[in-house]
């Protein structure tokens, strides 16, 4: 059976076992793959009155997209195991048709639903065949038509769908009652283009061939006040003139609907690209910077953020351009606003906790809301038809203002906007905050970190320098710990260490076993092997409960006609000392057996071993602790290879130079844990300089 009466088939996708088990209860099934539907569903001689996206569907919300794209007068169903998270989706994704049905195969009453759905598709499908009919009918009906607009029959006339009567070559020749009252058409001419009464339905009716099929319904606008949906039917006057019938449907609502349901879409879509901007950095500045890029173009041209310290006073200012020929003037004004405080009284406002609009922003306006001159000027190359300013709230008070502005050309920002606007500035609110209270807390606990390192001796046969790094992601103070000092004979002592653990506990094992160190070493006279083995006592008797590693090394300077000078160190299971000689050449001091001695605190009776060395005038020691060298991007014995590496690229520089370029080329951002780091390099008797 053919026809419009034929009932249509049911095309379902990617279905799984109680998906087909559920739809044999529906006749005219066909089962086709993702890949199949273009085919099945564009080029089907046979009606499609439903189709069904199955449950085994990787992406079943763009499935329904994509039918409701081929088939606009199909009803669309989707089954999912998750019919929650899929009616979430379906609830902002453009695209869908407003009735589409979720559910899943186990629902009750779930093919009833779709036994509907598909015969409201078809009782669309007969209806606008009838139309059809009554057109031709009338079109054939006895009697000519009367002057002027054509006769449309008494049956069409009454339809309840808008008619309009167009001659192939687009004059528009007659219209229907319904017609006359969605569009308004009064004393519309006849013999005129059907564009003067639906802009574009003159292309449209150029689509249709005489010999092909007729195209797909269309969707156009006529101003703000309507969106009709246009569907082409060839026929024919009494007398054998052709005609084309457009059934125009009132598709106001609908648009609107969607129109809406788009604008929430993209709306969501921004925030969450605001929230994952802003959870990438815990820097204040990178993330106004990230901040800024969310926003332009998207919301607007042009955006100006403001950040506050408590006393009210500017702390940071980033202004951003859509246009990248504008950096230089969106720079000057970051200069300008930092350096007179000369903001607008917007950004004032909103940094006061009121969120403003200014849908026209004139000559008038922008005078009165930017009263300084240098900064008005700047403002005004920037483009500002549109602007609103909104607060950016911290967790306890006001942190700053945000400022978006739209150029002439777009659409004006409106309360909409704002509303986006306001919401944004609390995530931004949260997120800034955060990054302020961690930058306090790694400021905090760096300096506290250091003051618990001192500086190193100043020696006039040596040269020493240190440094110490926190970690980039880290707000703690931690257990890595240098020293260097001198002993009663004038021996120099260096000292490297890392305590198990990384945070307040592990600072103050830290400062306990630094002075143990310290002391012993410097009371006893010991060899490095002998101090460790009396910490490790020290650390057993006192119950401290800690472990750590460390590296202690004495270093005999070279004197006059003595040679070079001896170096002897003891290694508890820390990283390998570098030994960078005079001629460029570096190496690691391991064991000369290979084995390492245990950590610090795990066994009082731990055999402590000691190693020598020669080091000359102009060789250089560099002990560190493992932060430098170990990475999730690399094995330890990459790191190792790439501080010798680095270490002899710059091995003709001073040392803090040397030192400096360490640091800068393991862990150029910060790493992932503590660094420190302690170096010397002797000098000639008699030799002045670093």
């Known amino acids: 059976m053919t026809g419009p009466d034929a009932p249509g088939r049911c095309v379902v996708v990617e279905p799984s076992t109680a998906d087909v088990a559920l739809l044999r209860g529906l006749s005219g099934v066909d089962l086709v793959s993702p890949g199949e539907i273009d085919a099945r569903l564009g080029t089907s001689p046979e009606p499609v009155d439903l189709v069904v996206v199955g449950s085994l569907a990787a992406s079943p919300v763009a499935l329904a997209q994509r039918a409701h794209r081929l088939v606009p007068g199909a009803s669309v169903a989707v089954l999912s195991t998750d019919p929650a998270a899929v009616r979430r989706q ?21 093919l009833a639903d779709l036994r509907q759905l598909r015969e409201a598709a078809a009782g669309r499908r007969r209806h606008a065949a009838v139309l059809a009919a009554v057109a031709r009918r009338a079109a054939a009906a006895p009697g000519g038509p009367a002057p002027g607009p054509a006769a449309v029959g008494s049956l069409l006339e009454h339809a309840p769908i808008a008619v309009l009567v ?33 802009p574009g339905a003159l292309a449209y009716v150029a689509q249709l061939a005489a010999d092909g099929p007729p195209p797909a319904p269309v969707h156009l606008g006529i101003g703000d006040r309507l969106d009709v949906e246009l ?19 009132d598709v106001t609502a609908q ?51 403001q950040l506050r310290e408590e006393r009210d006073q500017l702390a940071g200012v980033t202004v951003r351009h859509r246009d990248p020929a504008l950096a230089g003037v969106t720079r000057e004004i970051e200069r300008v606003i930092l350096r007179r405080a000369a903001g607008s009284e917007a950004s004032r406002r909103a940094a006061g906790g009121d969120a403003v609009l200014f849908p026209s922003v004139d000559e008038a306006v922008l005078a009165d809301q930017v009263p300084d001159e240098e900064l008005r000027a700047l403002v005004r190359r920037l483009g500002t038809a549109s602007a609103l300013a909104v607060p950016v709230p911290g967790r306890s008070g006001l942190l700053g203002s945000l400022l978006l502005a739209r150029g002439p050309g777009r659409a004006p920002l409106e309360q909409g906007d704002l509303a986006l606007a306001v919401e944004i500035g609390h995530r931004a609110g949260i997120a800034l905050d955060n990054a302020r209270l961690y930058a306090g807390q790694r400021h905090l606990a760096t300096e506290l970190q250091r003051s618990l390192l001192t500086d190193p001796p100043h020696l ?13 992601r880290e707000a703690q103070v931690g257990g890595d710990w240098y020293d260097a000092f001198r002993l009663p004979d004038g021996d120099l002592v260096l000292v490297i260490g890392d305590v198990v653990g990384h945070d307040t506990r592990a600072a103050a094992a830290m400062g306990q076993l630094r ?47 003595e040679g070079p000078g001896l170096l002897r ?117 008699g030799v002045a300089g670093p």
């Open 166 to 198: 167009v001659a192939p070559s687009g004059e528009l020749l007659g219209w229907n009652r319904r017609a006359e009252l969605v569009l308004e058409l009064g004393q519309a001419p006849t013999g005129h283009p059907v564009d003067e009464v639906v």
């Open 460 to 472: 006039p046969g040596a040269a020493i320098a240190v440094r110490y790094v926190a970690a980039a």
């Open 515 to 561: 002075s143990l160190v310290r002391g012993i070493g410097f009371t006893t006279a010991a060899t490095p092997a002998e101090v460790l083995a009396a910490v490790d006592r020290a650390v057993d008797g006192l119950q401290l409960a800690t472990m750590a590693t460390a590296v202690l090394a004495q270093l005999r300077l070279p004197g006059d006609g």
């Open 255 to 305: 648009r609107r609907a969607e129109r809406e349901r788009d604008r929430l879409a993209e709306q969501v879509q921004l925030l969450a690209r605001v929230s994952e901007t802003l959870a990438g950095s815990l820097d204040v500045e990178e993330s106004m910077a990230r901040l800024a890029d969310a926003l332009v173009p998207v919301l607007g041209d042009w955006v100006s953020i």
């Open 90 to 110: 379906v609830s902002y994704a453009p695209g869908v048709p407003l009735d589409v049905l979720v559910g899943t195969a186990g629902d009750t009453g779930l």
């Open 231 to 249: 569907t082409a039917v060839r026929s024919q006057t009494d007398q054998g003139r052709p005609v084309v019938l457009l059934l125009v449907a």
């Open 569 to 685: 160190w003891s290694n508890a299971g820390h990283p390998a000392p570098v030994l960078l000689g005079a001629d460029g050449r570096a190496r690691l001091l391991g064991a000369v057996d290979g084995a390492a001695d245990l950590l610090l605190g795990v066994d009082p009776a731990a055999r402590r071993r000691v190693e020598e060395a020669a080091m000359a005038p102009g060789d250089t020691l560099l002990l560190y602790t493992d932060g430098l060298v170990e990475s999730r991007s690399h094995a330890l014995d990459e790191g190792l290879d790439l501080l010798l590496a680095t270490v002899e690229r710059h091995a003709d520089e001073g040392l803090d130079a040397l030192c400096d370029a360490v640091l800068d080329r393991m862990v150029p951002r910060g790493g992932q844990d503590d660094v420190a780091l302690v170096a010397v390099r002797p000098r000639a008797p």
